[in-house]
């Protein structure tokens, strides 16, 4: 089984234009992703890929790996399922290029959900952690996802799911977070289906794979990392680095 992590990496950001290339102890933000996710040795191969000559030449210069986009993308699996077209591939893994503490742990326990998947029922695993917090859990900007009881997801959504009509029930509410990892087959399915109306409700990429019948193995994982959306992000990060 042939395993490869990509990182897709745009420059332009709405919060934080440039973050990927912003001073992270000594080396750009993209280069310490990239170099965590080598670190972990659990990739056959590990590529930055970019619609960005800046980002492409920094990951090249620094000695890795990228690979430049050919069209225009709304999303990262649409960028990482262009790259992995004609690639000879099994697994696909999507690492986000703000998150350069991505913990290895999180990363083995996706890779082991297809290593265990004799009968290749799973279409593809990600991650959700525990919320606690009412206002985020109330904030359209984290998206929560509901599961089954044998943690596969039902749906996806930026509103509060489940509602709690009843609050004496041992509810507990999940945010997805965003490390995937991909059959290359459903990646290329997904590229190759139209959006519909519940993804292009939501903006929520995972939605359509749930549309069109896929199955999505969610991992618990509640291990805290840094996603450097915002100036005040990187700050943080650069403590943490130290």
Same mark, same amino acid.
């Given at each position: 089984?042939?395993?490869? +992590? ?17 001073? %992270? ?9 990239? *170099?965590?996710?080598?670190?972990? &040795?659990?990739?056959? !191969?590990?590529?930055? =890929? ?6 492409? /030449? ?8 990228? @690979? #430049? ?13 262009? +790259? ?32 265990? !998947?004799?009968? /290749? ?5 990600? @991650?959700?952690? *525990? ?9 359209? &900007?984290?998206?929560? =996802? @509901? =599961? ?5 997801? %039902? ?10 009509? *009843?609050? &004496? ?18 990646? #290329?399915?997904?590229? &190759?289906?139209? #959006? %519909?109306?519940?993804? +292009? ?13 896929? /199955?999505?193995? #969610? ?14 992000? %990187?700050?943080?990060?650069? +403590? *943490?680095?130290?």
């Amino acid at each position: 089984m042939k395993i490869i +992590a990509m990182i897709p990496a745009r420059y332009a950001a709405s919060r934080f234009p440039g973050k990927l290339m912003q001073n %992270l102890a000594g080396k750009p933000v993209i280069v310490r992703t990239y *170099e965590t996710a080598v670190k972990t &040795n659990l990739f056959d !191969d590990v590529f930055v =890929v970019t619609d960005s000559d800046t980002i492409y /030449k920094t990951i090249t210069e620094a000695g890795g790996k990228a @690979i #430049m986009s050919i069209k225009e993308h709304e999303c990262g699996s649409d960028r990482i399922a262009e +790259a992995v077209e004609n690639m000879d591939v099994d697994i696909v893994f999507n690492i986000q290029g703000d998150e350069p503490f991505t913990p290895k742990e999180g990363l083995e326990e996706l890779l082991s959900v297809f290593k265990n !998947d004799d009968k /290749k029922e799973i279409d593809l695993a990600t @991650i959700m952690s *525990e919320m606690t917090d009412e206002n985020e859990i109330k904030d359209p &900007n984290y998206v929560k =996802v @509901i =599961v089954d009881n044998r943690n596969f997801a %039902l749906y996806f959504s930026r509103s509060p799911i489940p509602y709690p009509r *009843e609050k &004496n029930v041992g509810l507990k509410y999940y945010e997805h977070k965003g490390v995937y990892a991909f059959r290359k087959d459903a990646l #290329m399915d997904f590229y &190759n289906l139209p #959006m %519909l109306p519940l993804e +292009a409700s939501e903006k929520i990429e995972c939605i359509r794979y749930l549309e069109y019948g896929k /199955k999505i193995k #969610m991992i618990v994982d509640n291990t805290s990392g840094i996603e450097i959306d915002t100036p005040e992000d %990187l700050e943080r990060a650069q +403590a *943490e680095w130290k």
